[in-house]
């Protein structure tokens, strides 16, 4: 959480810098771009109580679109499938459970950037909503009934959420990220982005006689993707 504030604090303190500067400048000519992306990620799961978890790798892909009008500013939006979910920890075992969630996402965000006319830097931040779509589980255990298992580690460790039925498929949260933009040609360009999205909404209920206070999606991405300057 805490490298997730000063990033935010970073990206907040570039947008104002940005601002700032865009207003001083009396000419400006907008530019518009499309194109798609695609990646991997790390993600997991900020449960309260505390699950014992690793993070569990998966994909995003997605359409891009972005528009800028002053010299270091402007809005990118995006369409992704974006896979998400988490990884049970066994330690000294031969169990294993994972959690795969995936969502369309929609993340609207601020983009400041800068450089030159062969590569520039940018910072993306803003909000982000999504709706899971599908959920898949791999175990090889069985996970309803983990107290029957031989051998199973039950002792001081949560295991309802492995069979738990998610309550609430709409997902919402703060994303930020950074990376750098390679203009090969006057209309294309390429992108290599590292993100971070801390999500703000729980899968699971969270009223005070429910076992999760908080069952929020994390996930670390890193994308490459590809724009067509269309102005």
Known sequence: ???????????????????ATATAQRK????????????????SMAFSPDVEQSMVQGFTFGAVARYTE?????????????????????DETHFSYQRRLTYIQLPVM??????????????????SVGYMISESISSNFDYRNPGAVEGF???????????????????YGITAGAGV????????????????????????????????SASRGTSIQVTLGYLFHLK
């Open 28 to 43: 400006y000519e907008p530019h518009f771009a499309i194109g798609g992306k695609a990646g991997v990620t790390m993600s």
């Open 181 to 212: 933009e390679f203009i090969i040609r006057k209309k294309h360009s390429v992108m290599l982005e590292g993100r971070y999205y801390y999500g703000l909404g729980n899968i699971f209920p969270s009223n005070k006689r429910d076992e999760f």
């Open 110 to 127: 601020t983009h400041i950037y800068f450089g030159s006319d062969r590569m520039k830097g940018f910072v993306n931040l803003g909000p």
């Open 153 to 171: 580690p039950i002792a001081n460790r949560h295991v309802n959420q492995m069979s738990m039925d998610i309550k609430n498929r709409f997902d």
């Open 70 to 90: 002053e010299k270091f500013f402007g809005l990118i939006a995006e369409l992704n499938v974006d896979q998400r979910g988490w990884k049970e920890t066994f």
């Open 1 to 19: 959480m805490k490298p997730f504030i000063r990033l935010l604090t970073a990206a907040a303190a570039c947008i104002i810098i940005a601002s």
